[in-house]
């Protein structure tokens, strides 16, 4: 067997919005990692700008242990001229193109998932002889150009209450900036970027309860500015479960009789399993 391989090219064009056009919605620090001597970066400022009814966040190209950039439209244009490989803002295989289905083509909302691993899911296109037009219109969706700089979509940040070990100061108490859910922890755990007194109420609430005193005052490393405050659609109540109900329990005999609340916990949980 042979392997061949085809190259194609199309043009596109990418939108461009004038940065008051795009108001920064949110705007917060944190830590990123650790570079190649072990040693902390510098906190980075995380950015999130509104436009066309939803949020973008720049688009980065990183290498692991050292600082992301921000690429520009110049980068590349002169990237995709050369080579093409480097940015994956606009990779596309020929299997996805060839074989993109409408979601009434298939049976069930997984297969089209499965048949349609790289295409956003919001993106219901059908590829047939407008193969250029459904490229073109994929690529308007992913991105746009801000000041000659790259911006993808990007989710709200919210904040988050987490908790390690089994209290009375076993591990800790913290809270977090985050844009994204964590299935393991309840949506009483999330709150809305402007909530940042209530949740760090409720943070040191929870640590106070575990006995985590050492952790007190709970805050996260930055406070999220907000900047345009109709951006803010997160609902956690709504949006999100109740988390994992194994780990519901341990918090819950945790708070109520500290380690050995917690481990009377896993010892009963342990016993219903059998």
């Known amino acids: 067997m042979r392997y061949v391989a085809l190259r194609d090219s199309t043009s596109i064009d990418i939108p461009i919005a004038a940065s008051t056009e795009a108001p920064i919605a949110f705007k917060w620090k944190d830590w990123t990692g650790w570079n190649d001597n072990g040693e902390r970066l510098p906190n980075t400022t995380f950015v999130r700008r509104w436009y066309n009814k939803q949020l973008w966040q720049p688009y980065e190209y990183s290498i692991v242990g050292r600082p992301a950039i921000h690429v520009s439209m110049t980068e590349l244009q002169k990237e995709l001229k050369y080579n093409g490989r480097k940015y994956s803002l606009f990779e596309f295989r020929a299997h996805d193109l060839n074989f993109l289905k409408l979601p009434s083509e298939c049976p069930s909302k997984k297969e089209w998932f499965d048949a349609n691993p790289r295409i956003n899911p919001n993106t219901l296109r059908y590829l047939g002889s407008n193969r250029d037009l459904v490229i073109q219109t994929i690529c308007q969706e992913q991105v746009i150009v801000i000041n000659g700089k790259l911006w993808v979509p990007g989710d709200e940040p919210r904040y988050v209450i987490k ?68 951006a803010i659609k997160l609902q956690p109540q709504k949006d999100h479960g109740s988390g994992c109900e194994f780990i519901n329990a341990i918090e819950s005999g945790i708070e109520a009789g500290g380690p050995v609340g917690g481990m009377l916990a896993i010892t009963k949980l342990l016993c219903v399993t059998k």
Do not use: W
């Open 163 to 230: 908790t390690f070990g089994l209290g009375n100061n076993h591990a800790s108490t913290a809270m977090s900036v985050e844009t994204f859910y964590n299935s393991n922890i309840s949506n009483n755990c999330y709150f809305r970027a402007d909530q940042y007194a209530l949740a760090r109420k409720i943070a040191d609430k929870i640590a106070i309860g575990r006995g985590d005193t050492n952790s007190l005052p709970v805050k996260p490393d930055s406070e999220i500015k907000v900047l345009y405050k109709k």
